[in-house]
């Protein structure tokens, strides 16, 4: 019994220092270096992601949260929040080009006006001095508007001739608080253009309801 157990320590022991050994340490070796590793992955990591928190914040970064498929144009603004973009405005317009009428060739169709721009209604500006045509459009170079100060304006630009007299709105419109987004509040914004909502001839909005309202119960 005695034989059995020195050999059977003898044999374990050879075992291990021939055999096993070498293993069990090689593998507790890869073990702690991939341990270590992983920790200095991770303190890395974590250090990055302080840094990115810790960098002051740029709100022209924002990417657009979605694609806009009508057309848009740069706008032509300085804004404390960075350059951003309208909904253009010229393909919508069905009869533009103007000069393919408005040209120097004269007028020979009887009651032309009225059958060119006959649907026009123009109540824009206050009813004892409402605006006439060349108030707003250019007199000579009808594919752009024109300013009180002669400058041509784009009519994809439109906002520039609004805002001559509603600079108010103009200000909230620029802030975002006027109007409304197509996409982003920062970063890549695209807003609608005035015209997009507003009548260029007839710009205040119909009188009525909202939609929620309901008859008071008496």
């Known amino acids: 019994m005695s034989m059995k157990t020195v050999v059977g320590h003898s044999t374990d022991s050879v075992s291990i220092r021939g055999g096993k050994a070498p293993i069990i340490f090689m593998l507790g070796l890869l073990i ?3 341990a270590a590793a992983a920790g200095n992955t991770s303190e ?15 709100n022209r970064s924002v990417p657009l949260d979605h694609y806009v498929a009508e057309d848009t144009v740069l706008a032509k603004e300085n804004y404390q929040g960075g350059p951003f973009r309208v ?16 040209g120097d060739k004269p007028i020979t169709v009887n009651e032309g006006k009225e059958l060119t ?6 109540e824009h500006g206050r009813s004892d001095a409402g605006l006439t045509c060349i108030d ?69 909005f119909e009188k009525r309801f909202p939609a929620t309202y309901s008859v008071p119960i008496d």
């Open 32 to 34: 702690i270096c991939i």
């Open 87 to 102: 909904l253009a405005r010229k393909k919508r317009i069905e009869r533009y080009k103007c000069s393919s009428c408005h």
């Open 136 to 204: 707003c459009h250019h007199p000579e170079e009808r594919d752009y508007l024109e300013d009180k100060k002669g400058r041509k304006i784009d009519f994809d630009h439109s906002y520039q001739l609004c805002g001559q007299c509603h600079f108010r709105q103009k200000r909230d419109w620029l802030g975002g608080a006027h109007g409304k987004r197509v996409t982003n509040w920062a970063g890549d914004r695209v807003v609608f253009n005035c015209t997009t909502c507003h009548n260029p001839h007839s710009p205040r």
């Open 44 to 58: 890395e990591s974590f250090l990055d992601e302080v840094k990115v928190v810790d960098r002051e914040f740029d």
């Open 117 to 122: 721009h006959g649907d026009i209604e123009l």
